[in-house]
C-alpha cells in the first residue's frame, strides 16, 4: 500500500521561509514525478510545483517563482519544497502527490496517489 505523508507545516509571518517534506512508501511500479499542490479555504486545489523522475526538470506555478523550489533525493522518495518569502496569500492546505508519469504535469488528475496534506499559514 502506497503511502504519502508530508510534514513541515505551520505558523509563520511574511516574509518567513518554511520547508516541506513528503515522504512516500510502499511499491510503485513505475517512475513517476512528483508535485505540490495547494487548497485556500473556499478554492480549488491548485497546481505548486513538480519535479520529474530524472530530476532534470521542475514547473511552477508563476505566483511562487524565485520564492519556491522543489528538490527530490537521490533515492526519488522523498520530496521537499523550499518556501522563502512567504506572502499571506500563500496561506492554504499543501498537499503532496505522486505523479502517474515520469514528466512533471501540472494536472492534478496525472497524479496517483495524494498525502493528507499539510496547512502552511502566513500572517501579515
Known amino acids: 500500500q502506497v503511502q504519502v505523508v508530508e510534514s513541515g507545516g505551520g505558523l509563520v509571518q511574511a516574509g518567513d521561509s518554511l520547508s516541506l517534506s513528503c515522504v512516500v512508501s510502499?511499491?510503485?511500479?513505475?517512475?513517476?514525478?512528483m508535485g505540490w499542490f495547494r487548497q485556500a479555504p473556499g478554492n480549488e486545489r491548485k497546481f505548486v510545483a513538480a519535479?520529474?523522475?530524472?530530476?532534470?526538470?521542475?514547473e511552477y506555478v508563476d505566483s511562487v517563482k524565485d520564492r519556491f523550489s522543489i528538490s527530490r533525493d537521490g533515492a526519488k522518495n522523498t520530496v521537499r519544497l523550499q518556501m522563502n518569502s512567504l506572502k499571506p496569500e500563500d496561506t492554504a492546505v499543501y498537499f503532496c502527490?505522486?505523479?502517474?508519469?515520469?514528466?512533471?504535469?501540472?494536472?492534478?488528475?496525472?497524479?496517483?496517489?495524494w498525502g493528507q496534506g499539510t496547512q502552511v499559514t502566513v500572517s501579515s
Open positions: 502527490a505522486v505523479g502517474a508519469y515520469p514528466d512533471v504535469t501540472k494536472l492534478s488528475y496525472t497524479y496517483a496517489y
Open positions: 510502499g511499491r510503485i511500479d513505475w517512475p513517476y514525478s
Open positions: 519535479i520529474n523522475w530524472n530530476l532534470n526538470t521542475m
